[in-house]
C-alpha cells in the first residue's frame, strides 16, 4: 500500500459552509492556500520512483515545497 492510498482527510480542509455569506470568499480561499500548502508538502514524502510516475524530479518536488502557502 503507497503512502498516498493510507491518507485521510487532512488537516487543512476549512468547511466554508460554516462561514457567514460575507465571509464565504475568504474562507474559500483560505482553504484553497491550505490545501496547497499540504499538497506541496506531501510532495517530499514520495520516493523517487512515485515521483517519477507524475513526471517530477526531487528537484521540482522541492521547488514545488518551498513556495510560499498563499502562492
Not at 460575507?22 to 506531501?42: E, I, N, V
Amino acid at each position: 500500500m503507497s503512502e498516498l492510498s493510507k491518507t485521510h482527510t487532512h488537516p487543512a480542509h476549512i468547511d466554508a459552509s460554516g462561514c457567514a455569506s460575507s465571509q464565504r470568499g475568504l474562507c474559500f480561499r483560505l482553504s484553497a492556500a491550505l490545501q496547497r500548502w499540504y499538497q506541496r508538502r506531501r510532495l517530499l514524502r514520495l520516493d523517487e520512483r512515485m515521483l517519477r510516475d507524475i513526471g517530477l524530479s526531487r528537484c521540482d518536488a522541492e521547488r514545488e515545497a518551498a513556495k510560499r502557502w498563499r502562492k
